[in-house]
């Protein structure tokens, strides 16, 4: 329940006045009960009056006027009015000594115990206590600010009205302002009319038209003048964002600045910030990296930088909220430090923009400013510490070996938010931090912050018992739980919400699997921790409610409507891309953008047969043979008599020479190859004009090594005569029993069987008896292996067979120097020189070490040399330029299971990737754009995937 009221302070050089209005149905609660009453049924009465005014906490300032203590009286406020409204109360404030009211000269206005009855025209109403603007240096005893009744329609009638009794009058202390209070700005308006004073409910916003406005994770509250989002139980946050609690919760974001470190001038922009919340028990690690030297290590002090996350995600002790309970994910905080005894000023404002996919909150902070520097030696040690304002004194220590020299500076920090106006504002709190703690990496170049922090009420605000263990850390509850404090100092563990189990070992609950989702018709349920993310399928969108999926309105076709700019239809081709516009390219045999197209001379190329003429046409070309030749002009023969010759490729060569790059080869520098009487390649070849002689095979390719200069003895080729071998000992153990036999052995005699090299089948067998059994190289049999008739020994080779090695083919041209193969091993991704056919196993390196992923998927942009990749682990998609120092950047990490193979079409600027978990094969752009699914039905784990880049 809440009480809701407006006030509102109007002035102009000369008058203050104060308006206050409550509205109808605006208090729901007339009364409370205290935090000491225990199990006592005691219920205090709710009171309406004013304070001195002169203090920061408002609950220990004195009682200046007590307006209504009673059921009767507080309710009779939104009925009555001193103004002829009702609900509406309006006040002249003076700050004259001296009130004559009602005739009575010196007399104060009277104080009434209950509120008036409306008044008449003419008269003056009782007045209603305000602070002035005038600030007064003591209490004075009489003739303080005067209050005034204010008659709507006579500002001339500002007379008190009293019973001649005395008042107490007070001081005004606008200074006194505490940043856990919440103020009203009014700005001044020159044409302001006191006379008329409206309320109107017909556009009050409610619950029906702007629930969508609340986290999935709340519910929505009418109030009597607008509504406000609550997180549910299990959950926290102010309405809009809501989070589990207990959960782990990650933030990512940017850094900026410009910082005087000395003398030195230091910028740097879009650095990375990265923070890790263990929300059980208040626990924020933050970590800063890429800011240059020296600023890096000057930043060291500045707590406040990571001390945001601490206050956003405290430990909250009962009753008490952490920043993120108030303020949500929207939010900017500005934040001034003063160095001392130096004076170094520095300005941070960090704004943060909302939760992203996961539950990630994102910010963005620039820093700006002078900081102290600090040498390369010292270590910076923070003090532990307590706030209840937003400003303060930080105490620091710097280190250096075993001199220590404590400094400090003054801290303003203003946090800016849109909170829900009609729930009653938080009370005065403390944040208590425990353990701060700065360091800077130099290995990782990361700035690190570590702070653990709890919030609860400011001292006085409430009996502060023996702290829990759940407020210190010293319970043994396992994250994703939360300590729940109990009596003392006693607690129990319990499961955050998504978790299950018994608090001290929870595990995430499947809501997909299991059918707790809210998933929708059309939708895909995908499970994350502590929660689940319904995404909709191929051609669906998210509805309203956040949770079904409805069909994509079909965008127009462009190519079909004629609205686009590509070249002619017999030039260019209109690719429709799906999403309402389309792309041009121009069709084979033509070049250009698709918009321009000019045609292509194939002909430069000569892509003909050397007896053959090239003829152009536009986008194509043709060949014809010359006359006296034969064929489609790709292959042209000699023809005698019309009848076409065939010719073996050595007299092909001679009949029709080649152009080909000079070099030593044999057909290189006009080269005509020798032929021998069958029409083949002779061995030996010699240049008829260098003097260059070589042997080449039967293709007609030189054999390395072969070349020999001019005027030195031609190299010696052909394969030599072979030689007859002598019989090995199964050839001559064989011979022997044959001759033994008479030539012709009986069925029952044992002749052993040889190998064609001349060693002994491995298999032996004796005759027609069926006996078989395996042999060594030696031809003894081995112990064992003998069999029965009718089955026979597995037997392996005794003799090893010759090692084969792979050749290139003749007709493939090795890779161009320069070639690398990239290949992913783990979490690697490797570079491996090519030398021609060979691997350059020496020049291989590292490229990138991605530790905690799993590369699967890889795939190279020419282009822009960038490498890209999937990770199965990280359940994403990256990529990283070749150069050094090229820091890997994802670009997909939402929507995907198990992501593996990957292509890229590097003419479109396009990926392709098959997901085995989704079943599904994806593509999008390059920086991870206009994604969209193209196949999802059908597909049992795909995982390999490649694209034609040129035929598209």
């Not at 045609?599 to 194509?620: K, L, M, R």
């Not at 392996?796 to 890779?815: F, G, I, M, T, W």
Request: net charge negative; proline share 10%.
């Amino acid at each position: 329940q809440l009480n809701t009221f407006q006030a509102v302070i109007a002035y102009n050089d000369e008058d203050t006045y104060s308006i206050f209005l409550y509205p109808e149905g605006g208090l729901q609660f007339l009364g409370t009960r205290p935090k000491e009453s225990y199990n006592v049924q005691l219920e205090l009465p709710a009171r309406v009056g004013f304070s001195w005014g002169d203090s920061d906490d408002p609950k220990r300032d004195g009682l200046f006027h007590s307006l209504a203590s009673s059921e009767q009286a507080l309710r009779s406020l939104e009925r009555e009015s001193n103004a002829g409204i009702p609900g509406v109360w309006v006040f002249h404030v003076g700050s004259t000594e001296h009130v004559e009211p009602g005739g009575a000269q010196g007399a104060a206005p009277a104080v009434p115990q209950s509120p008036p009855e409306p008044p008449s025209p003419g008269t003056a109403s009782f007045p209603h206590p305000v602070s002035s603007h005038t600030a007064m240096a003591q209490r004075p005893s009489r003739g303080g600010p005067a209050l005034l009744g204010f008659v709507p329609g006579r500002r001339d009638t500002q007379e008190p009205r009293g019973d001649g009794g005395t008042g107490q009058s007070f001081s005004a202390n606008p200074s006194s302002y505490s940043s856990g209070q919440h103020g009203v700005g009014v700005e001044e308006d020159v044409h302001f009319n006191p006379d008329v004073f409206t309320y109107s409910a017909a556009s009050r916003e409610t619950c029906a038209q702007h629930h969508g406005q609340c986290s999935p994770h709340a519910f929505c509250t009418d109030y009597a003048a607008g509504f406000c989002c609550h997180c549910r139980a299990s959950f926290y946050g102010n309405g809009r964002q809501c989070l589990p609690k207990g959960a782990v919760h990650r933030l990512n974001g940017k850094v900026s600045g410009s910082l005087r470190v000395g003398r030195a001038s230091v910028r740097f922009q879009d650095v990375d910030l990265h923070a890790y919340i263990v929300g059980s028990d208040g626990r924020a690690y933050t970590a800063v990296s890429g800011v240059p030297q020296p600023a890096a290590r000057a930043l060291l002090p500045l707590l406040p930088l990571g001390g945001l996350f601490a206050w956003l995600f405290a430990l909250e002790e009962p009753g008490s909220e952490n920043g993120f309970s108030i303020t949500g994910a929207e939010f900017t905080q500005s934040l001034e430090v003063t160095f001392y005894p130096g004076g170094e000023t520095v300005q941070v404002t960090q704004t943060a923009e909302g939760l992203g996919p996961d539950n990630y909150l994102s910010l963005r902070t620039h820093i700006q400013g002078e900081v102290p520097f600090l040498p390369e030696n010292v270590t910076v040690h923070i003090t532990p510490y307590k706030a209840v304002t937003s400003s303060g004194q930080r105490e620091y220590v710097v280190a250096a070996g075993t001199a220590n020299q404590t400094l400090s500076y003054r801290l303003r920090q203003n946090i800016t938010f849109t909170g829900c106006p009609h729930a009653r504002p938080p009370a005065r709190q403390r944040l208590s931090v425990a353990r701060a703690f700065a360091l800077f990496d130099s290995h990782e170049h990361a700035l690190r912050y570590a702070l653990a922090a709890r919030i609860g009420p400011a001292p006085g605000d409430a009996e502060n018992p023996g702290v829990s263990p759940c407020h210190d850390g010293s319970h043994t509850c396992e994250a994703p739980a939360r300590c729940q404090p109990g009596v003392g100092t006693e607690y129990t563990c319990e499961c955050a919400a998504g978790y299950r189990g018994d608090g001290r070992g929870c595990r995430d609950v499947d809501e997909c699997s299991e059918g707790l989702s809210q998933c929708g018709p059309f939708s895909v349920c995908l499970n994350v921790p502590g929660s689940y993310r319904c995404e909709c399928r191929g051609g669906y969108q998210p509805a309203g409610d956040g949770q079904a999926c409805v069909p994509l309105a079909p965008p127009s076709d462009p190519c079909e409507a004629g609205r686009h700019r590509c070249a002619p239809g017999d030039r260019a081709r209109c690719l429709s891309r799906g999403d309402g516009r389309a792309t041009c390219e121009c069709l084979p045999g033509y070049s250009g953008d698709g918009i321009h197209c000019s045609d292509v001379d194939e002909c430069a190329e000569s892509p003909c047969h050397p007896a053959a003429i090239c003829y152009n046409t536009p986008g194509s070309f043709s060949c014809r043979c010359r006359p006296g030749y034969a064929g489609d002009g790709f292959q042209c023969t000699y023809a005698v008599e019309g009848n076409p010759q065939h010719l073996t490729p050595c007299q092909h060569e001679r009949m029709y020479p080649r152009e080909v790059p000079p070099g030593p080869s044999p057909v290189g520098d006009g080269h005509v190859p020798q032929c021998d009487e069958q029409g083949q390649y002779r061995p030996l070849q010699c240049h008829s004009s260098s003097g260059h002689c070589w042997c080449v095979d039967a293709a007609g390719q030189e054999i390395a090594g072969t070349r020999t200069a001019p005027g030195t003895t031609p190299p010696r080729c052909g394969s030599p005569e072979p030689t007859e071998r002598p019989p090995s000992m199964c050839e001559r153990w064989r011979q022997s029993l044959l001759e033994h036999y008479g030539g012709s052995p009986r069925g029952d005699q044992y002749v052993p069987q040889c190998e064609p090299s001349g060693d002994f089948t491995p298999l032996q067998c004796h005759g027609d008896s069926g006996y078989c059994w395996c042999v060594e190289q030696s031809g003894r049999e081995i112990p064992g292996t003998r069999s029965e008739p009718g089955t026979a020994p597995p037997c392996l080779p005794s003799v090893a067979p010759p090692s084969v090695r792979p050749e290139p083919r003749p007709d493939v041209s090795p890779p161009a120097s320069g070639t690398f193969l990239l290949y992913a091993q783990g979490q690697q991704i490797g570079y491996l020189p090519l030398n021609g056919t060979r691997l350059h196993k020496e020049a291989a390196k590292t490229l990138l070490s991605l530790h905690g992923s799993i590369v699967v998927g890889i795939d190279y942009d020419c282009r822009e040399r960038m490498i890209y990749w999937t990770d199965v682990a990280g359940r994403s998609i990256s990529r990283a330029g070749l150069e050094p120092g090229s820091e890997p950047e994802t670009i997909i990490s939402s929507g995907l299971i198990s992501p593996e193979g990957l292509a890229v079409d590097h003419l479109r600027r396009a990926m392709f990737w098959t997901d085995s978990g989704l079943d599904r094969i994806e593509r999008a752009r390059l920086d991870g754009s206009e994604r969209r699914v193209l196949f999802d039905s059908e597909l049992v784990n795909p995982r390999a995937i490649a694209v034609d880049p040129v035929r598209g």
